[in-house]
Structures are given as C-alpha cells and as structure tokens.
C-alpha cells in the first residue's frame, strides 16, 4: 500500500473525469497559490533548463490569444517569457522566477502577404512567430522565392532568432536573419501591439535585437528574394595555411562561408558556397548536418562517452568525424542517393541549410548531448585569436593532455558582416575601440557532454579557463543563447559590452516594459534592471 499522500487521494477523487476536467480540478483542489513549479527544457530534454523553474507553458494559436495572455500577466505582475523551439543552449531563457509563464509559439505558424512581383530585385512576406525555416524555406519555394543568406538552421524559429541576434555566416552577404526584418509586431509589457518599421531610430535598433526584452515577437516582415540555385564546395587545409594566411581573403569572396577546426589533425575544412546561373546544373543536393542513423550515434556515443576519461577515444573520434566530414554532407533531393563530389549544387535553402535525411533521426533525438561556447572579434585580429586558442591546446600538450574536437562537425569558425544594431554581436563604432568595421570572426567551440558520471567533459576545466582567456584578451561580444551564465557575466566584467549601446536599450526597454515582465538572466546580468 502505497503512503495516503495527497496526491493518491487527488488521484482518488479525480480517476473518472477527463484530463481537461483533471486541469481545471488541480487548481480549485490545491488553490491558487500553489504554482507548478518546473523546469523549462530547451531542445535536450530533461537535465537541461532554458528556465530552472516555471508555473505555466502556453499554446495560444493566434495573436489576440497571445495579447490577453500577456495582458494577464502584466496585472498580476507575473514573469512572461516566449519559446520557439527551445534551441538554446543554457539556462538563460528567464530569470530565476518560479511564477514565469511561458508563451510557446509553436501554434502561431500562419504565413501570409506574399509579395514579390515579376521581375523584382525582393519582396517581402508576413510570418508569425512559431514559423520555422524549413516551414517558411518550403513556402517560398513553392512560390519560386528565398530568403537570401538571412538564415541560421532549419527547425528553429526565425522571431526567436531574431530576438537572439542569430546569424549564418557571411562577410559578405547580410546573414543576421534580423537584416531580414522589415517589420517586428511586438506585444509590450502592457499588453499592446506595437509595429516596430526598419529605421536608424532606437526603437528599432533595440528591437532588432532585442534578446525578447521589449515583448513577445509576434509577427515579422520579412524579406523575400528570387529563388536561386548555389554551390557548395569545401577544401582540406593545413592548420598553419589558416593561422598565418589572409583569413579575410578567405573568407570574403564568398556569399556564406566557414571554417571547422580540427585541432587534433591540425587541419582545417573551409566550406563556401555562391549562387551559380540559371540552367548551370539540375542536380539538387540536399545537405544534412545532423542526420544520423541510430547505429551511428550508438558508436559516436560509445567513443565520446569513453573519451571522458580517455584521450585516445577523443583522438579517434575527431579522425572519424574529420574523415566523414570530408567528402559532401549532401544527398540528392529527388533520388536520395549520397553526392560524393565537390562542388554540390541545388536549391538556396537545400544547400545552405537542408534539413534531415528521410529515416534518419538526429544526434540529439538519440541521446548526444553538447554544450558550447561563442565569441565574437574583430576579424582584423582573426589570426591572433585563433594562434591563442592554439596555444591554449598546445599549453594543455604541454602537461600531457591532448585536446580535441569532439562534435561531428570540428569546431565551428563563423563570420558577420557588420549590422548596425543595439545589442547584435557584428555592430560597429563601439567604445572598445576594436575595428569591427570589416565585421567578425565567430569561434563556435561546441563539444561532447558525456551522458555518465558527473558529466563533466575531458579535462572540463579547461573550456572555462579558455573562455575567460580569450575574454581577458580580446575584444570579443558573446552569443546570446550558446554561453553560460558565467560567460555573460565575464563580458560584462571585462567591460566588453558598450556601455552607451546598453545605455540606450534600456531606455527603450523600460518605454516599452517598464515593469520588467520580460525579464531574462542575460537581461538582468547586462545591467537592464
Ligand atoms: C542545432 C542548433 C544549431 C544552431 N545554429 C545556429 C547558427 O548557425 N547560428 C546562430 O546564430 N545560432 C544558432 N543556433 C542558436 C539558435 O539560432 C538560437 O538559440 C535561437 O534563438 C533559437 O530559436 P528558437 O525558436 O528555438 O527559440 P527558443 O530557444 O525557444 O528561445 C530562444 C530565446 O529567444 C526568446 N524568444 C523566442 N521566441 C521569441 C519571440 N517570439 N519573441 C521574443 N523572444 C523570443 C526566448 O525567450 C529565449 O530567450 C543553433 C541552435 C541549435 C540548437
Ligand atoms: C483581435 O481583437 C481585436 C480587438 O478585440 C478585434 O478587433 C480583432 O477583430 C481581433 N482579431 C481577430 C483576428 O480575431
Ligand atoms: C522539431 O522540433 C520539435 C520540438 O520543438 C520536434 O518535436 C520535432 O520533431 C522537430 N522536427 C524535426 C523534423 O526534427
Ligand atoms: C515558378 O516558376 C516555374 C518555372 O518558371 C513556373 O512554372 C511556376 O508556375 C512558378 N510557380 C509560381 C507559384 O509562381
């Protein structure tokens, strides 16, 4: 016999009624100050909290919804936060407020205003905020339209993107998916719905980065271009080719490319991709970054996991994961069969992004979890940057640990053209007086989580020192959902973050939340409370 809890006899009273009936007894049984207080996953599941503790998680499906549910939380004063799609990394999504609630727009996906005309340069298109980029990629090409290179990965959110400054990566192309927007719909913290247009004003440049502090995103405008076909190619380089070589001049010419790390081989794989004519190819790859087959993922794992404690397995490991990211992540469309060749061409959104292969699952659906680090400098101070992460590792070699990569893609090297906004990680004329003006280097160091034990990566202690290294050193501007509480707190300290921009925003939060119902641990670390 079970112990005579509360709970049994709730279960008691309420085994013949309904689950909506069991929703709406809970709160008369328990009264209305008792709150269920809960994490908030991001995309990883249990153990792993966008917000520590939260009393309710919301599905309105259109915005009026949307508008009383903020309206509501604003009189009883109670902490409100959107979610996309939980693809974050931390626990920085609310503040430690067990009375949040959270408004998840997942059932606000409707896509309407489609506008590009025959013969135009661009167009736009109005989205609300649970669409994703594979849902809205999928709409415009249906319509022979694309969204350019304002766009990150496929089952994300593009308002919660928005929100967090996310970018692709480009010097040479607009590629934070915010230099998409034409128009942000904004329910305030009194529950109104304010339409915020591009323009050089604060209100603006606030909300284009907005980090979710002014309100809930509920619509965009956004812009639409010609659909267009691309390659991609990717080439094998020595690690010394990059760490002294013209990293710009990499870079630059091309409408997205990258780097990917791999420290253990001293190489690097440089990935870039440009639009090709009309009629040049029919192939249409499809890329697939995270596709992975169960037996996969079971090997991957088996190895990291034995990595926590055993250099060698990590050494395998990111060979293994070098020699599969070598030849084309990219199968064809129409017929499934595996490229093998560079370059690859098809569709903009298929190339750039893609999405999952048919059957295949990802890394994370089979229990891989990670965690990771980004930082953004200067791309003028490019080499040095990295040489300081090389010798980092080469200080680790030193004492007789080998470091590696762990992630199935290296370690990610990004890049941003400079965007004029407030809190965005590529804008320029900053009091640090760091030269932005060529745009940004992003180093993206994701790495395996064992899923045993304490947790703890190989040599964990490492990857915090390294990130209060290149802090220390550089001028460098944190991601806003990839970092942990500890880096956000670091950059402030070391005063990384202009004072006159954070000055300025939040002016504009407290105009358009003056009682701070947004607020964010990453909010309230930058000062803005
Ligand atoms: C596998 C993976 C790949 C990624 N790749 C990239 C990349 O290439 N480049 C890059 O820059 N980032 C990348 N990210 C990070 C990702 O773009 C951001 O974390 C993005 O904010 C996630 O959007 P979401 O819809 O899942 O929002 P959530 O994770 O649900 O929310 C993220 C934050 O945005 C706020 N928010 C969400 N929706 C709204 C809204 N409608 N209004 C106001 N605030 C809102 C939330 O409160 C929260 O603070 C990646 C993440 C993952 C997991
Ligand atoms: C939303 O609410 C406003 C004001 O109550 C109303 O005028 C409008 O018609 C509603 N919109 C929809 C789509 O229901
Ligand atoms: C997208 O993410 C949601 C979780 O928000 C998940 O349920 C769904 O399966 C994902 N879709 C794909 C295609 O992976
Ligand atoms: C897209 O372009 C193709 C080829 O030019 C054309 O046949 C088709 O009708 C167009 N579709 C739409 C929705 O405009």
Redesign the pocket.
């Known amino acids: 016999m079970p112990p005579c809890t509360a709970r049994s006899m709730l279960a008691m009273v309420v085994i013949p009624t309904t689950m909506s009936h069991l929703a709406s007894i809970i709160p008369l049984l328990l009264g209305a100050n008792l709150i269920r207080a809960e994490p908030f996953n991001?995309?990883d599941g249990p153990g792993f909290p966008?917000c520590r503790d939260v009393a309710a998680v919301h599905d309105p499906t259109t915005v009026n919804e949307t508008i009383s549910l903020v309206r509501n939380a604003a009189q009883n004063q109670t902490p409100v936060?959107?979610?996309?799609?939980?693809?974050?990394?931390y626990d920085?999504?609310?503040s430690d407020d067990p009375s949040t609630v959270?408004?998840?727009?997942e059932q606000l996906n409707r896509i309407s205003e489609f506008s590009l005309p025959e013969g135009a340069q661009d167009g736009s298109v109005m989205i609300e905020?649970?669409v994703?980029f594979f849902q809205l990629a999928e709409y415009l090409h249906l319509n022979n339209a694309s969204m350019g290179y304002t766009l990150?990965?496929w089952?994300?959110?593009?308002?919660?993107?928005?929100?967090?400054?996310?970018?692709?990566?480009s010097l040479r192309e607009d590629s934070m998916?915010a230099a998409g927007a034409l128009e942000l719909h904004?329910i305030d913290g009194s529950g109104n719905l304010r339409i915020v247009k591009r323009s050089n004003q604060d209100d603006w440049l606030a909300a284009s980065t907005?980090?979710?502090l002014?309100?809930?995103?509920?619509k965009v405008k956004f812009k639409i271009y010609p659909d267009f076909k691309v390659y991609a190619k990717q080439d094998t380089l020595i690690e010394k080719e990059v760490l002294e070589g013209d990293i710009y001049g990499m870079i630059s010419p091309y409408a997205t490319a990258n780097f990917w790390w791999w420290p253990y081989l001293r190489k690097f794989h440089l990935r870039y991709y440009d639009p090709i004519p009309d009629g040049f190819s029919d192939q249409e790859g499809f890329q697939s970054?995270?596709s992975v087959t169960k037996t996969e993922a079971d090997i991957a794992t088996g190895l990291l996991n034995s990595g926590k404690i055993l250099a060698t397995s990590n050494m395998a490991a990111e060979t293994l994961f070098f020699s599969l990211w070598s030849p084309p992540n990219f199968r064809d469309k129409r017929t499934d069969k595996a490229i093998s060749k560079w370059p690859v061409y098809g569709w903009n959104y298929d190339v750039l992004i893609g999405g999952l292969y048919p059957g295949y699952s990802?890394q994370?659906d089979f229990g891989m979890r990670g965690e990771t680090l980004?930082l953004a400098f200067p791309v003028t101070i490019a080499n040095e940057v990295l040489k300081r992460v090389r010798g980092a590792f080469d200080d680790e070699l030193k004492k007789g640990i080998i470091m590696t990569s762990t992630y199935r893609s290296g370690i990610?090297i990004?890049f941003g053209k400079p965007y004029n906004d407030l809190l965005g990680q590529v804008a320029t004329d900053t009091e640090d007086g760091a030269d932005w003006s060529k745009g940004a280097l992003?180093f993206?160091f994701p790495t395996f989580k064992p899923s045993w034990g304490d947790g703890e990566r190989f040599n964990e202690a490492f990857y915090g020192r390294l990130a209060e290294t290149l802090i220390s050193e550089f001028p460098c501007r944190p991601?806003?959902?990839?970092n942990t509480r500890e880096v956000f707190r670091w950059t402030v300290e070391k005063g990384r973050l202009d004072s006159g921009h954070l000055e300025r925003f939040k002016a504009v939060r407290e105009e358009f939340d003056p009682k701070g119902i947004?607020k964010?641990v990453?909010g309230e670390t930058l000062g803005l409370y």
Not at 81 to 89: L, V
Not at 155 to 169: K, V
Not at 214 to 218: F, K, M, P, T
């Open positions: 991001t995309f966008a936060r959107a979610s996309g799609k939980g693809h974050m990394w920085t999504m609310c959270i408004i998840r727009t905020a649970g994703t990150v990965n089952n994300i959110t593009l308002a919660g993107s928005i929100a967090m400054g996310a970018h692709r990566s998916v904004i907005s980090l979710g002014l309100g809930v995103i509920v970054t995270f990802t994370w980004e990610n990004k992003m993206d991601h806003w959902t990839k947004f964010s990453v």
